[in-house]
């Protein structure tokens, strides 16, 4: 019996038994099309990107390992977006930053930037058929040295990254026109201090201002969409972030615009998870990042935890799945980094799907009754449920590798691509 043949078969056997807990598998494969994980383009080059290829990070981002085969040109990025994309089911989409321009004509600095430095990225994106994202860079660069930089105290620095923003924003309605396909465009910025600081109030003060003046530039809503994203610290700012998540919350209540939720950017013991069904009380829209945090903010490759698990299953039960855009956020320069995207993307992937086959019906009716041992009873039993079978069916659809398949061609492609790099 071929593989295939064996993998239908058990997705049929596991067909039935999910039927009896009123689930319909096929519904539900359907369902996990309609919901694009967007791929961040940092993972292939250790967040350097083309701006300044030597350049050093900063703003409290590090990149730790030295693999070999990092990405270091704007075709050998793609190459291995495309190599990542091919082993991977469903449907997918490219997060950029805004230094991964296509600075091959010429060098534009922040607040010079616009459609023309990425015109290359939509013909590629028309071409692999995906949509495209976009971030601000508000790091990596001169004036963001003093540690502050939308809310720095300096006007004139102020004014540099608000025109930074301003254009990103620009770039992003370039790319939901031309694509036929909304990006979200997301702001994360470093502002903060290692140590106590009297400005707190300031420095909020000023941000908020910069917000106005950035989203006061009005760009078509069925094109772009926004997202501010908050983190608790980071290295070198530990002791204050100005970008905190009450004051993004506040500003997305305020501005009627979309949050970002990183599952990296809050306290160890607190659960994204439980963010979701309170935040969409009253913001209509949110972005996920989903990553990994060891200890702290690191960022690590996404696995099949608790807490992802969690997440989709509270998006599901919201029923909000038409209502979140998902994106990845994390960079590992230790090991193979398009291994890292397949299993990272795969694994938010399972999660969707295991939050999917969860037999919602039931659990809620058991809940709404009251009857909780029946409901903690259920759920208990969903998880030695074969849902494998339902996953490998999934992936023999979209004719993507199946089981640990994809690391063959992972080393293969290792073997005549990264190492000769």
């Not at 997705?11 to 039927?19: C, D």
């Not at 935040?279 to 702290?296: D, G, K, N, Y």
């Not at 960079?331 to 939050?355: C, E, H, P, W």
């Not at 039931?362 to 009754?369: A, F, M, P, Q, T």
Request: net charge negative; with cysteine; aromatic share 10%.
């Amino acid at each position: 019996m071929s593989n295939t043949n064996k993998i239908k078969n058990a997705y049929i056997e596991a067909k039935e038994r999910y039927a009896e807990l009123g689930v319909n598998t096929d519904e539900v494969l359907k369902q996990m099309d309609k919901v694009a994980i967007s791929m961040h383009c940092w993972q292939a080059d250790d967040v350097t990107g083309f701006e300044n290829p030597d350049g050093q990070l900063s703003g409290g981002i590090q990149a730790t390992g030295n693999y070999p085969g990092k990405a270091v040109t704007i075709d050998q990025a793609r190459n291995d977006y495309e190599k990542a994309m091919s082993l991977l089911p469903g449907e997918q989409r490219l997060s950029l930053h805004a230094i991964y321009g296509d600075f091959r004509e010429g060098k534009a600095d922040r607040d010079e930037i616009g459609p023309k430095q990425f015109q290359s990225w939509v013909e590629w994106a028309k071409e692999q058929q995906i949509g495209l994202d976009f971030n601000s860079t508000l790091f990596s660069h001169p004036k963001a040295d003093s540690g502050f930089t939308l809310s720095d105290n300096d006007p004139a620095i102020r004014d540099f990254w608000i025109e930074h923003v301003k254009r990103c924003r620009e770039i992003s309605e370039y790319f939901g026109k031309e694509l036929n396909s909304r990006c979200v465009h997301n702001i994360w910025i470093p502002d903060g201090s290692k140590d106590t600081t009297v400005n707190r109030f300031k420095h909020r003060a000023h941000l908020k201002d910069s917000l106005d003046k950035i989203m006061d530039d009005k760009r078509d809503p069925k094109m772009m969409a926004d997202a501010i994203e908050a983190k608790l610290f980071g290295i070198g700012v530990e002791a204050y972030t100005v970008g905190s998540h009450e004051f993004y919350l506040s500003y997305a209540v305020a501005r009627k615009m979309m949050l970002c939720l990183d599952i990296g950017h809050f306290h160890p013991t607190e659960q994204v998870s439980d963010k979701v069904s309170a935040v969409f009380q009253f913001i209509p829209e949110l972005l996920f990042h989903v990553t990994r945090p060891i200890r702290w903010d690191s960022d690590h490759v996404v696995t099949l935890s608790d807490e992802v698990r969690a997440l989709f299953e509270e998006i599901v039960w919201a029923e909000k799945l038409d209502k979140v855009n998902v994106g990845l956020d994390f960079f590992d320069a230790s090991i193979n980094r398009i291994g890292a995207y397949v299993t990272g993307v795969r694994a938010a992937q399972k999660a969707l799907m295991l939050a999917l086959l969860n037999p919602t019906a039931k659990l809620r009716e058991y809940d709404e009754n009251g009857q909780y041992f029946e409901r903690l009873a259920l759920l208990e039993e969903t998880k030695s449920m074969p849902f494998s079978a339902v996953w490998d069916q999934y992936c023999v659809e979209k004719n993507v590798p199946t089981g640990v398949d994809y690391i063959g061609e992972i080393q293969q492609y290792e073997k005549e691509v990264l190492t000769k790099r």
